[in-house]
């Protein structure tokens, strides 16, 4: 079965300081990877998707994740955190099977503090 | 603009006074799916449907009903409610492909009492 595990529930970093999410999946064929944000009291935004080609791939507000295949990871990384990245960061696998069956995996989450 | 609306945003009501959450979106998504976060279970699937009158079930449908009578409307129904359906609810749509992924709404907050 498919799974996400994002090791870490809860990282603060100081402001400007650089940040790494990590996150593990388990998932049979080449995996749809997403991590969205969660700001308090609000919905999920897409941050940014991989599905094939460069295993570097950029985001909105200034994130990037990299795919590692032989890790099974896809690692959310910014070089310079803001006060307005305070957040939960959930990482998700796309999993369709062949039974029809259809859903977002979605890890428990990281939530991020960042201190002034 | 391109988005998911669900209404209400906050609810709060009694065991077994049915209700339902409206779910609608304007971007022709095929899939639609509901999803409940609890404190530290995370985000669970309710339901899904792939396209109008195909729906099937996801990890949690245990007191839960949906239809999908138009493409853009996913309705999520609670027939007798109970306390441990209290959660927020997040409906979310995605085209055909995985390639664009889900785009979710803001979020119900349902209380039961």
């Known amino acids: 079965a498919q799974s996400v595990t994002q090791p870490d529930i809860h990282i603060t970093v100081s402001e400007g300081a650089s940040l790494e999410l990590r996150c593990n999946y388990s998932y049979g064929a080449t995996p749809y990877l997403f991590w969205y944000v969660q700001s308090p009291g609000q919905g999920l935004q897409l941050l940014l998707k991989?599905?094939?080609?460069?295993?570097l791939v950029q985001g909105i507000k200034g994130f990037e994740a990299e795919f590692k295949r032989s890790q099974s990871s896809f690692n959310l990384r910014k070089p310079s955190v803001h006060w307005s990245d305070a957040a939960e960061y959930f990482c998700a696998v796309g999993a369709s099977t062949q039974g029809g069956s259809e859903k977002l995996v979605f890890g428990k989450g990281t939530k991020l503090t960042v201190n002034p | 603009e391109a988005q998911v609306t669900q209404n209400p945003r906050y609810l709060i009501t009694v065991t077994g006074k049915k209700l339902t959450v409206t779910c609608s979106q304007n971007m022709n998504h095929e899939y639609m799916s509901w999803y409940r976060q609890d404190p530290g279970l995370g985000l669970r699937q309710i339901y899904y449907s792939m396209n109008v009158e195909v729906t099937d079930k996801g990890d949690v449908p245990e007191g839960y009903k949906v239809s999908r009578k138009e493409k853009r409307n996913f309705p999520l129904i609670l027939e007798s409610p109970s306390p441990n359906q209290t959660s927020l609810y997040f409906c979310?749509?995605?085209?055909?492909?995985?390639?664009?992924?889900?785009?979710f709404g803001s979020g119900t907050r349902l209380t039961v009492v």
């Open positions: 979310a749509s995605r085209p055909y492909t995985w390639n664009y992924g889900y785009t």
């Open positions: 991989y599905f094939s080609g460069d295993t």
